[in-house]
């Protein structure tokens, strides 16, 4: 039996190649060359990765559940709430067999962060920032999906940020969202700001750019009982109560995310015991994250611009 992997961009062929080493059958199909009604008569198939561009979701999650496939779907599913709701409809023939792809909270120090007792917690913060410009070499903004206005921009780029908020913190109720465009790209946001309120009260923000000249990843807690911060690029996790900081580094690669993910989608697709990650992105109980995501991208308010060649 074979996975197959639909969509041949970077994040396509990652999965290719984790799921070969994992010894897998795994056929990568290029989206364009993308042959629907040849595929659908296939008796070879197990599962399914979808790794095409957010707006071909719909119709590949259909074609799963009405032949009894699991699916992986990459992040994010969609930039609308009616999309997502769309989708998790679908979905629920086979959704409890598969997931989507936020492979952050396979990250050592979000498993950490997220194992401690945060009950106290009064205030909390998410950023993420990089000079788009540095992605990839030989790479346009302006010919990408991130530059298109229906789900473009940095709040579905940079999306982990608003997932790992809420599987650390629980559901989020979304107060806020500013937002900063580019005057060539007057509706895409370059730098936004999501402000939020936990069940508990205890107010957050997650924030995301395109534009910071240093690459940054940090998470902040702040409780009547510790003062958590958390440096994804280090990585690192101090934790203070009072007596001085414990700082816990976390050794890895990043690949082994992906890979331990990918162990975890397996299991579900064959009905075997996962990793016991209490954080596992399985797609039936993923419809808030996506939900929130949707909703916080439907809510921007632009504010301004930024001053970013982009020429």
């Known amino acids: 039996m074979v996975i197959a992997v639909i969509g041949a961009g970077s994040i396509g062929k990652r999965h290719a190649a984790n799921l070969a080493a994992l010894g897998e059958a795994v056929e990568l199909i290029g989206w364009r060359g993308f042959d629907r009604a040849a595929f ?26 009405a032949h009894d496939w699991p699916f992986y779907a990459e992040k994010p599913l969609a930039w609308r709430v009616a999309q997502v709701e769309a989708i998790h409809a ?22 950490a962060l997220a ?23 030989n790479w346009s903004f302006a010919g990408s999906y991130a ?8 709040l579905m780029d940079l999306c982990h940020e608003m997932d790992l908020a809420l599987a650390v913190m629980g559901p989020l109720e979304i107060s806020d969202v500013r937002a900063l465009a580019h005057d060539d790209f007057p509706q895409i946001d370059f730098a936004t700001r999501v402000d939020v309120v936990s069940a508990s009260g205890a107010v957050g923000t997650i924030s995301m750019d395109y534009v910071s000249p240093v690459s940054l ?4 807690l702040r409780g009547a009982e510790r003062v958590v911060d958390l440096d994804f690029l280090t990585p690192t996790l101090s934790e203070d109560m009072g007596q001085g900081a414990q700082v816990t580094p976390f050794s890895f690669e990043r690949n082994d995310m992906f890979m331990d993910m990918m162990r975890d989608f397996l299991a579900l697709v064959r009905g075997q015991e996962t990793s016991g990650n209490p954080l596992i992105p399985r797609f039936d109980t993923m419809r808030d994250s996506s939900l929130l995501i949707a909703r916080a991208w439907e809510a921007r308010r632009f504010t301004g611009v930024v001053d970013l060649e982009m020429s």
């Not at 989507?100 to 979000?110: D, I, L, N, S, T």
């Not at 194992?115 to 070499?137: C, K, M, N, P």
């Not at 990843?217 to 902040?220: D, G, L, P």
């Open 217 to 220: 990843r940090k998470a902040a």
């Open 115 to 137: 194992a401690l007792d945060l009950s106290q917690t009064y205030g909390f913060s998410f950023e993420i920032g990089h000079d788009v410009r540095q992605w990839r070499e």
């Open 90 to 111: 679908a979905a629920a023939p086979v959704a409890a067999r598969s997931m989507v792809g936020f492979m952050m909270r396979y990250h050592p120090a979000v498993r």
């Open 147 to 154: 530059a298109e206005p229906e789900g473009g921009g940095v």
């Open 40 to 65: 659908e008569t296939r008796q070879d198939i197990e599962a399914v990765v979808i790794a095409t561009s957010t707006p071909i979701r719909l119709e590949l999650i259909e074609m799963c559940a």
